[in-house]
């Protein structure tokens, strides 16, 4: 088989298919049956309450590329994009699922059996890990793998071990790295270097085995069940032979039309400039198509916030009139065979980018003059006082992590704690009340943000900081 995106996704579809899986479409990005999540961000989140016992279906097996986002609350990949290999603000995720039928063994010999056999991964370029106390997983890849030991890591920390909330199912998982070698940095699972782009991990397989009680006990579940992500974006990277996800058919083709559009190649610093286009021109025309507008609150500013960022960039690449709109066309023409709902809302995703481009436009330069005018006080390697990022804030338009990313790549570093102070102070003179709870999920907190009345043009989001998006 050839390996471009789109056969990757129908040959493992079509994998499952023959295992006796259903093949279940991608539900939308917005959550159906979670309000306190932002977006769908795993292929298990439509399956929750088949896992919970909570809805029966027709089938107890079913495998999907689910689209996701992870771009704020618990999952916020946002800041990674431009500078790994590897992470995207939107991706698919492939996955099998068993609500109860099989368990450890029969994923862990279909997942092997598909990268290897199928896929035609070399075996020696595999590694795996467990959580630690699983003894019966490290068997399995042993007896099925062929794997040494050294080649199954055993790790004692949550990465390994998955749970859906404080109480319910949960259990420990296994994720399969793939090593690009040595003349790429990084060090394997569970080492200090372990975020370096060597070894990567392209999917993750759950085993939901116990039952979390309220007091924290763990029972073993009567029939446990499996549920399984691996990223369609580096299956592609692994499978062509290439380093990075965006080296992959989809990401050259999306990378050349903004080239061909900016006129400008993608070599040296307008390389990193180029991922980001091509990754939130994904992000906002999925979101855009699944119903998100752009606004000052919960989904609407993480879609605004993925929008002006890539405008951030379409400048740095000089792009003077906008641009990501006129992205769109390419973009459907590689996915929209896979998500017809991308052909249906084209119009109202280029209308949609065009207004953000127009609106953000006059701001973006004025505030970008701001800041070099405010770095250019500042010695090598300082930092932009909070009072300064709050400015380009709530004056100018610019979501914190624009203006933290922005100084990032010049070697400056951004006073947190006095952005907060100044965001403080302008609320206690504003008299606005917040509704976002302390205590509520990250996610929760991130859709709770009550309208802030002011005078000036854009009103941020209390929670920006919280999530760590800096
Ligand atoms: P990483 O450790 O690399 O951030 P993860 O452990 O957070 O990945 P999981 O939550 O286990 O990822 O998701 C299952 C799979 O989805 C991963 O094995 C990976 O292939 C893929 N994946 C996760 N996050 C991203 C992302 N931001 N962009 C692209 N693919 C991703
Ligand atoms: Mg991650
Ligand atoms: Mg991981
Ligand atoms: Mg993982």
């Known amino acids: 088989m050839t390996h471009t995106v789109n056969d990757i996704r129908a040959a493992f579809l079509s994998f499952?298919?023959?295992?006796?899986?259903?093949?279940?479409?991608s539900a939308p990005l917005v959550p159906q049956n979670d309000p306190t999540l932002l977006f769908v961000n795993a292929g298990m989140v439509p399956f929750k309450n088949v896992f919970t016992g909570a809805e029966k279906r027709p089938y107890s097996r079913a495998t999907s590329s689910q689209k996701c986002v992870r771009a704020g609350g618990k999952h916020n990949d946002l800041d990674n994009v431009g500078y790994t290999a590897r992470h995207h603000t939107f991706f698919e995720m492939l996955g099998n699922f068993s609500f109860g039928d099989y368990f450890k063994e029969e994923a862990i010999e279909a997942a092997w059996k598909l990268v290897t056999a199928e896929f035609g991964l070399a075996p020696e370029k595999l590694l795996v890990t467990v959580y630690h106390t699983d003894d019966e997983a490290a068997d399995l890849w042993k007896r099925i793998a062929g794997l040494p030991d050294e080649r199954i890591i055993r790790i004692a920390t949550s990465d390994n071990f998955w749970s859906m909330g404080d109480t319910g199912p949960c259990g420990p998982c296994s994720e399969i790295f793939y090593d690009h070698g040595p003349h790429i940095a990084g060090g394997p699972p569970g080492s200090p270097d372990e975020d370096g782009d060597r070894f990567v991990e392209i999917w993750n397989l759950v085993f939901m085995q116990f039952d979390q009680q309220e007091g924290g006990e763990r029972v073993a579940l009567p029939k446990p069940s499996i549920d399984t992500g691996a990223g369609l974006e580096r299956m592609a990277t692994v499978l062509q032979g290439v380093h990075s996800n965006y080296e992959t058919d989809l990401f050259r083709t999306l990378i050349d039309a903004s080239v061909e559009l900016t006129g400008r190649g993608a070599e040296g610093d307008d390389a990193a400039a180029h991922r980001v286009i091509a990754d939130h021109l994904r992000a906002c025309s999925f979101l855009i198509a699944d119903g998100v507008s752009p606004s000052n609150e919960g989904r609407g500013y993480v879609l605004r916030r993925i929008a002006r960022r890539a405008m951030r960039y379409a400048n740095v690449l000089g792009a003077e009139e906008p641009l990501m709109h006129r992205l769109v066309p390419t973009l459907t023409a590689e996915m929209g065979g896979a998500f017809p709902e991308l052909v249906r809302a084209q119009v109202l995703i280029e209308d949609t980018l065009r207004v953000e481009e127009e609106r953000f436009s006059d701001l973006l330069t004025r505030g970008l003059k701001l800041l070099s005018d405010e770095t250019a006080k500042l010695p090598g390697g300082g930092t932009l006082p909070g009072e300064a990022a709050f400015r380009l804030y709530?004056?100018?338009?610019?979501?914190?992590?624009?203006?933290?990313?922005?100084?990032?790549?010049?070697?400056?570093?951004?006073?947190?704690?006095g952005f907060d102070a100044a965001m403080a102070e302008q609320k206690t003179r504003a008299r606005a009340a917040w509704a976002g709870s302390g205590d509520a999920g990250a996610d929760r907190a991130w859709l709770e943000v009550a309208s802030e009345k002011g005078t000036t043009e854009f009103i941020g989001y209390a929670h920006e900081r919280a999530e760590g998006t800096v």
């Open 394 to 417: 709530d004056t100018y338009g610019f979501p914190l992590d624009l203006t933290a990313d922005a100084l990032k790549r010049q070697g400056y570093g951004l006073d947190a704690e």
């Open 16 to 25: 499952f298919e023959g295992r006796g899986h259903e093949v279940v479409p």
